[in-house]
């Protein structure tokens, strides 16, 4: 089959690679009808996570239909269209039936790369890094899918591919983001960064109750975005002294009453602490560029929420005594689609939330290097490029 490979720092190529095949009798293959990039992927294919090897096919939200299952699964059958949440999950483990997904203690079969960076192993993802479990992903024209039973949910008619597709990742990471931010009727919620997760955080915090979202990004396109399908204010942060006064003087000096990061460690920004933390990367004393996630520690208002959804590695002026002393409650977490995704399917055929916004661009597989320099490098307004095997 035909899939997207990382071959080194900025290489990915289209190539011919084995089909996946059923190796547990949980398995199912999946034919990918779609798949998306995620912002994530850039901290690999920029060299900034370890654990890739030559020839890993990479990608990690996707939907499909079902081609071939195995012979314990019971769920799931051929012909069925589905999407997948982007952590696999047993669904058997403490962790899986407290809802913490990505958190499974039975998906990651390669523990040794990961325990002596995290003290612990997390769920296994498709096509991120082998530190996450070496799956292969979605990017390609077929995938495997372990725990089908627990890891594939059927989309119904209502829902375009589009629809279903962001409620792989994209949806559900911003779902879980306004949902962990402790968000109360009247609440006003700051979220930086205005991608895929970060337009999903805003459109359900309006969903939780917040009463007023503040949506903060340096792209014209992206905050109009913003105000267009959200209905959120929003801060230009190139054309501001200071994001967090500017919240302050927003917010009658009191500051956001959560504050969401949808940016992770290659944030973009200004100044010299932005400076400071490029040179840092450029150099590998740290993984990390961290001004949004610091922006959003000065920012919340004393007693408020502070939830990560970037991804990051190793920061260093990190802000510890802010957040003791401002008593914030810190919330984080890798998504756990499994659980919401019931109540996202419910939310889009109401019409309540619908991401296919998210999709700016579409590309054939052959073409999808091109997908992702045009996605980096934010070229054309592009938020989501799509591929189609």
Request: glycine letters at 10%; a negative charge.
């Amino acid at each position: 089959m035909r899939a997207l490979c990382w071959n080194g720092v900025n290489d990915l190529r289209v190539e011919t690679v084995k089909d996946p095949e059923i190796v547990n009798p949980h398995d199912c293959i999946l034919r990918v009808t779609m798949s998306t990039t995620c912002g994530s992927d850039l901290h690999f294919i920029d060299g900034y996570l370890p654990g890739m090897k030559e020839g890993d096919v990479i990608g990690h939200e996707f939907m499909g239909v079902v081609e071939d299952v195995g012979r314990e699964v019971s769920k799931v059958k051929k012909g069925d269209r589905v999407v997948v949440p982007s952590f696999v999950t047993c669904g058997q483990c403490w962790y899986c039936k407290h809802d913490l997904h990505s958190l499974c203690d039975n998906t990651h079969p390669k523990p040794e790369l990961q325990e002596p960076l995290l003290g612990c192993t997390t769920a296994g993802i498709y096509g991120y890094t082998h530190v996450f479990g070496g799956y292969a992903g979605s990017h390609a024209e077929y995938i495997r899918v372990p725990f089908a039973d627990q890891n594939c949910f059927q989309v119904s008619e209502a829902l375009t591919d589009e629809q279903a597709l962001f409620l792989s990742d994209a949806a559900p990471t911003g779902y879980m983001g306004a949902d962990l931010s402790n968000i109360r009727p009247g609440d006003t919620v700051a979220v930086w960064g205005c991608g895929g997760v970060g337009l999903m955080a805003q459109q359900s915090a309006f969903l939780m109750g917040a009463e007023r979202v503040i949506a903060i990004d340096r792209f014209p396109e992206r905050l109009q975005m913003a105000r267009q399908h959200v209905g959120a204010e929003t801060i230009d942060y190139t054309a501001v002294a200071s994001v967090p006064e500017m919240l302050r003087e927003m917010t009658g000096g009191r500051g956001p009453d959560a504050c969401i990061d949808a940016v992770g460690m290659e944030a973009h920004g200004t100044g010299l602490q932005y400076a400071y933390d490029r040179a840092k990367q450029f150099m590998y004393m740290h993984s990390d560029r961290g001004q949004a996630l610091r922006e959003a520690i000065q920012a919340c208002r004393k007693g408020g929420t502070l939830t990560v959804l970037g991804v990051y590695g190793i920061m260093d002026k990190f802000p510890l005594g802010m957040i003791m002393n401002k008593g914030l409650t810190v919330r984080a977490s890798q998504q756990n689609g499994q659980a919401y995704m019931k109540r996202l399917f419910a939310h889009v055929e109401k019409g309540e939330l619908d991401p296919s916004f998210l999709a700016t661009h579409r590309f054939p597989l052959e073409e999808a290097p091109r997908g992702y320099a045009m996605f980096k490098h934010k070229q054309d307004g592009c938020v989501r490029a799509v591929f189609v095997p």
